[in-house]
């Protein structure tokens, strides 16, 4: 055998053994299970994660209010395409939220610390999709009146505002119950 044909037979060789090395690895690490400071990093599971997704739609809700709200303010005449593609987005991350959160629920069933506090951010979030109806339909017209569509933006933020303050007092108090369960010796 030549020198060149040993040495692309040994190449060939180290590339399967680190390509089976590497695919083993990755399947331990999907298999391991998480090590003890994995809650404290945030890693939480499902039902963290889901509460992180509500958190992120309640955010971006509250973002499109505040921007249409300054659109209305700031514009000489409020552009009705404008207006009803930011009220959609308004609507659809309210709706994302809500779904959200009806998971969560689901995941924390007879907790009723969790489920009160859920009850509490589902109402804010009620009224903000309330008062979102009538933004929508005042920007579904052909000429919106800009200080009905700051009024409803400004009802819709202060609802998301406290939306979003029960929801990080919820996640606080998730946190502190990780962390207790952690600290706690396991029981066998």
């Known amino acids: 055998m030549s020198h060149w044909k040993a040495s692309q037979l040994s190449f060939c060789c180290l590339a399967v053994a680190m390509i089976a090395a590497l695919s083993l690895n990755s399947a331990n690490a999907q298999q391991r299970p998480r090590d003890s400071g994995a809650k404290a990093r945030g890693e939480f599971g499902t039902g963290f994660w889901t509460n992180q997704r509500a958190s992120r739609s309640i955010q971006h809700a509250r973002d499109y209010s505040r ?21 959609e987005n308004l609507g659809k991350n309210i709706e994302s939220a809500k779904k959200e959160l009806a998971t969560v629920a689901k995941q924390y069933d007879g907790d009723k610390e969790v489920q009160a506090a859920l009850e509490t951010i589902s109402k804010h979030l009620a009224k903000a999709a309330e008062v979102h109806d009538q933004l929508h339909q005042e920007c579904c017209k052909d000429a919106p009146d800009g200080g009905v569509t700051m009024e409803c933006c400004s009802d819709i933020t202060k ?24 600290a706690k010796p396991d029981k066998e």
Do not use: F, G, I, W
Not at 159 to 182: F, G, V
């Open 159 to 182: 609802e998301l505002d406290k939306a979003a303050a029960e929801h990080a007092a919820l996640m606080r108090t998730l946190e502190q119950r990780a962390k207790s369960n952690e």
């Open 67 to 87: 921007d249409l709200y300054r659109y209305s303010r700031d514009a000489t005449a409020v552009s009705p395409e404008v207006a009803k593609s930011e009220s």
